[in-house]
């Protein structure tokens, strides 16, 4: 009896033992996965504290332009030029812990929570005033002017990185507020658009439109074997059964009875219903719903890599019927849809792709016109690992941290995210998107001497006609001197192909004039 | 190491961590200083004291409680002087009930005849609790007595641990351990109800634990747990507040306005600290409540750094395995079960607030032992600690007459060979 007494107190120790080291090891994984989160925190009381203490250092791009600094009063202030400071205030941030950008996501460096105790001793004692690191961006603030100005009123977002390193080379969001004057913002006694504080890049949440053709092209590649070599038959509206939403293929309708509510997204679906008058005879509308081409343009017998240069709605809702709800689910998932980041240099808010219900539902979602949604960097970052072989990179902000005797303290190198796609499918999607700009729907991004390819969108988000559609064009440069990948997203703007293809072609021919 | 030179490097962290104290303003704070020797004259004292009581004392487990509770008044004297030397005097007082503990642990039997009235004040306490007791922090877990506060389910846990190991070492069969099973469930049954999850979570896995190590019936083990599973799950679907917790344990940021509060001040003191910390007195510790009882932890880390909480989690498992080593040396049932409840308390009451504070686990408000603010809390630490180093005593000493018995034999042997 008492011998197996001492076998179960060894079992419990042993058991003990173990939860000690999980206690260990999930306070190292907690602090190194969530602990920036954390300590960026506006909650934080301690960086407010600091900045009583530290004089905050400066923050410049890659280049040393300068964006932020302190003034020998103690004031924050930003650029000098005020289309710059508006250009870059999302990036940048505020000194009011409003936004988050670099001054709170660095603001271990630029408020000194990095220095030694040693080092705060001897400033201490020496009786120097505390000085934080200077953080340099891995943006370009002339890029990020250039793309400010190309966007013009819109709203929407930009964004242009380095797809074989992940550097974020610009970024800019609208509207947007001017830094410089946050004290007044929040005392309301200067006035701002109710979102201009939200960084649209990482935080902007859109329908995708047809940019996310690339998904259901992925998930045709992945589960439909041979789809390449196929012919598609893009003569007309698909129809379906409007109270199931189930598919009827022998039926065919004349889609010019429809009004634009036909093609309007799922959530204007039910809004539609409504404004039925019931004293109307049943006409087609009435007992089906439709999927159809952008403007009714049908494209007759097409081949999958061109119903993908030409955005063909109704060959890609086929294709989304013919993968089925689970398997698009799969494929969205592992491209990082859905995924919740914990990157170290930017807040990056997760996209969504939910299951539809109904065979109408699962049709709209493989052009991008269900409940599925997009940030513009994640679209970028999803071109970016298609033009990077597969492979996504981790988005970075963080060029190099210098200390106040310009020791250059840390210099963050390329992290791979995880790969996404086989070289194989990359190879396949890369062609797609060459076959886009060079021929189809996003000739406008074409860069002179170079090979661009991408993908354009329309993404309708009203029934109502007077309301113009988002814009978008996610595109990269097929070119090992200048690995760039771009989106574009402007709303209420018009088409992709129209609107944002041109912006992405401007702005990706400036990146590579300015060597990158 | 030896002892001696641990000891040696105790009594150096708490001069440099109070000279730093006592520089850390304008001025040159002495009061600092004289806490600093006062701490390490009792330690030396203490040391000396317990080893010429016994030379089976462990000296490590003693020396390792002592520096947690010096890490504790550390940062109390950082946080507040005043506390600091209020810690000191229940220091003392503690000092004190170890050495009472180690010196009724020299006849355990004392603690046997106690059981009636161990089960019946425990139970008494606990509904005069129930009564008059005063809520803190949610929890309705104290009773003041002549203004002395105190909190009875530190001393409950003890009382379980000698009540079990009594039942379970004299009685064979589940028709004689049932007592002790109903006393643990009353126990429990009253904490639950008096909010006070921490304490009810503690008992009732250290009597299971118990049990299991009696027993070694893994069958009733497991339906012990199914059964204390099921209450869990009871309590979640009845009361809101256990609700609340869990729900505040998945996203402490959702409520931070309100509930969350805490949870989240505690994990961006820590994520503040980084692998350094931000150095003794120059963090925000104040902005955590409870940052002086239950969030202690998170208020080293901020300050000492992660690399230093996992060093003081080091220490709670270098203690708990000499513990477990002195429940393997006892040479007897009793003194066995008595020493790994003692540590089972101590490993599960410092993995529950530590898990806690780090959001392992939902939070469930409990001191952790020896660094924590709080009368009692302390003092039954270092029963505790007393009643480990009785054992560690009586292990020794019986180990010699084992040893002067077997050597008389030989002796007897040897004269018969010769005769």
């Not at chain 1, 905050?56 to 000098?80: V, W």
């Not at chain 1, 990082?336 to 990157?343: H, S, V």
């Not at chain 2, 520089?23 to 004292?45: N, Y």
């Not at chain 2, 803190?136 to 104290?142: D, L, Q, V």
Request: glycine share 8%.
């Amino acid at each position: 009896m008492r011998d197996n007494s001492k076998k179960h107190i060894k079992a419990m120790l042993a058991l003990f033992c173990a939860m000690f080291v999980i206690l260990c090891v999930y306070l190292v994984y907690t602090v190194h996965a969530y602990g920036t989160r954390w300590f960026t925190s506006p909650y934080n009381v301690r960086v407010q504290a600091q900045k009583s203490s530290v004089q905050a250092g400066r923050i410049a791009d890659r280049n040393g332009a300068l964006l932020a600094y302190t003034r020998a009063d103690g004031e924050r202030t930003y650029a000098a030029n005020k289309a710059r400071r508006r250009a870059l205030s999302h990036v940048v941030g505020d000194s009011y812990g409003q936004t988050i950008g670099a001054e709170s996501m660095f603001a271990r460096y630029l408020l000194g929570f990095d220095q030694s105790v040693a080092d705060q001793f001897v400033e201490t004692i020496g009786g120097q005033q505390r000085v934080g690191s200077s953080v340099m961006l891995t943006v370009d603030a002339k890029l990020c002017d250039y793309a400010y100005d190309l966007m013009d009123d819109y709203w929407g977002a930009v964004v242009l990185l380095n797809y074989k390193t992940g550097e974020v080379l610009a970024s800019v969001s609208q509207p947007t507020f001017d830094p410089n004057y946050m004290a007044d913002y929040i005392s309301g006694s200067r006035a701002l658009a109710a979102s201009a504080m939200v960084n649209r890049v990482t935080m902007g949440k859109y329908a995708p439109g047809s940019t996310f053709k690339t998904v259901t092209l992925i998930a045709a590649l992945r589960y439909l074997p041979g789809v390449t070599e196929r012919e598609f038959d893009c003569d007309g509206a698909l129809v379906f059964d409007k109270s199931s939403g189930k598919y009827l293929p022998d039926i065919s309708v004349d889609d010019s009875d429809f009004t634009s509510e036909g093609t309007a997204t799922a959530y204007d679906r039910g809004r539609e219903g409504a404004q039925d008058e019931p004293a109307q005879p049943e006409t087609a509308q009435d007992i089906y719903s439709i999927v159809r081409d952008y403007h009714s343009e049908y494209h007759g017998a097409i081949s999958l890599m061109q119903a993908y240069a030409k955005s063909c709605n109704t060959t890609f809702a086929r294709l989304a019927l013919e993968i089925g709800p689970k398997r698009m689910q799969q494929t969205a998932k592992s491209l990082g849809i859905g995924d919740a980041f914990l990157f170290d240099d930017l807040l990056l808010y997760s996209s969504s792709y939910i299951k539809p219900a109904s065979q109408f539902d699962l049709a709209w979602s493989g052009v991008g016109q269900y409940k599925d949604l997009m940030t513009p960097l994640q679209m970028c970052m999803l071109t970016a690992a298609v033009a990077n072989d597969g492979v996504m990179m981790q988005p970075r902000m963080l060029y190099q941290v210098v200390t106040r005797d310009n020791f250059v303290r840390m210099k963050q190198s390329a992290k791979a995210y995880k790969t996404i796609l086989s070289a194989a499918e990359a190879q396949v999607l890369q062609q797609a998107m060459l076959g886009v700009v060079k021929s189809g729907t996003g000739t406008k991004a074409q860069v002179k001497g170079y090979a661009v390819g991408g993908k354009t969108g329309t993404a309708e988000i009203s029934a109502n006609k007077q309301v113009n559609s988002h814009a978008w064009f996610t595109g990269f440069v097929q070119d090992d001197e200048h690995p760039l990948a771009i989106c574009v997203i402007l709303e209420q703007a018009g088409s992709g192909s129209s609107k944002a293809a041109p912006l992405a072609g401007k702005l990706l021919k400036r990146a590579i004039e300015l060597g990158y | 190491m030896s002892a001696m030179g641990l000891l040696g490097i105790v009594m150096l962290f708490e001069l440099s961590a109070f000279a730093l104290l006592a520089f850390r303003s304008e001025g040159f704070d002495p009061l600092a200083l004289l806490f600093a020797l006062i701490l390490i004259a009792v330690l030396f004292l203490q040391y000396v004291c317990m080893l010429w009581i016994s030379k089976y004392a462990d000296r490590f487990i003693l020396v390792i409680a002592n520096l947690l509770a010096a890490i504790g008044m550390i940062v109390q004297y950082r946080l507040s002087p005043d506390t600091a030397f209020k810690q000191l005097i229940l220091y003392g007082a503690g000092l004190l009930a170890m050495f009472v503990c180690v010196a009724i642990m020299h006849k355990p039997a004392l603690f046997q005849k106690l059981n009636w009235v161990m089960i019946l004040g425990s139970l008494g306490l606990l509904c005069v609790l129930m009564a008059v007791g005063k809520e803190h922090g949610g929890a309705k877990n104290w009773i003041t007595i002549a203004r002395v506060s105190f909190q009875p389910s530190e001393f409950v846990k003890l009382a379980l641990v000698f009540v079990s190991a009594n039942y379970l070492t004299t009685r064979r069969s589940w028709r004689g351990y049932w007592p002790s099973a109903v006393f643990a469930i009353a126990c429990c049954g009253l904490l639950v109800a008096e909010r006070d999850l921490g304490a009810a979570l503690l008992i009732a896995l250290t009597y299971l634990i118990l049990f299991y190590i009696a027993t070694g019936n893994v069958r009733t083990t497991l339906i012990g747990m199914g059964a204390g599973c099921m209450g869990a799950a009871a309590s979640y679907v009845t009361f809101d507040y256990v609700r609340a917790r869990v729900a505040i344990w998945k996203n402490p940021w959702a409520t931070y306005e309100t509930s969350g509060y805490q949870i989240a001040q505690g994990l961006m003191a820590i994520a503040s600290g980084g692998a350094w910390g931000l150095g003794l007195t120059l963090g925000s510790p104040k902005a955590i409540p409870a940052y002086n009882t239950d969030y202690i932890f998170a208020v080293i880390c901020e300050e000492f750094g992660i690399i230093f909480g996992i060093a003081v989690i080091a220490l709670y498992l270098v203690f708990i395995i000499r513990g477990a080593l002195l429940a393997l040396n006892a040479r007897d049932r009793y003194l066995m079960l008595i020493a790994f409840g003692c540590t089972s308390l101590i490993t599960l009451q410092s993995f529950i607030i530590i898990g806690g504070v780090i959001k392992l686990i939902p939070l469930t408000g409990i001191t952790m032992p020896f660094v924590s603010y709080g009368g009692s809390s302390l003092i039954a630490s270092m029963m505790l600690l007393g009643i480990l180093e009785g054992v560690a005593m009586r292990n020794g000493e019986m180990l010699e007459d084992a040893m002067d018995a077997a050597m008389e034999e030989c002796r007897k042997e040897e004269r018969a060979h010769a005769g």
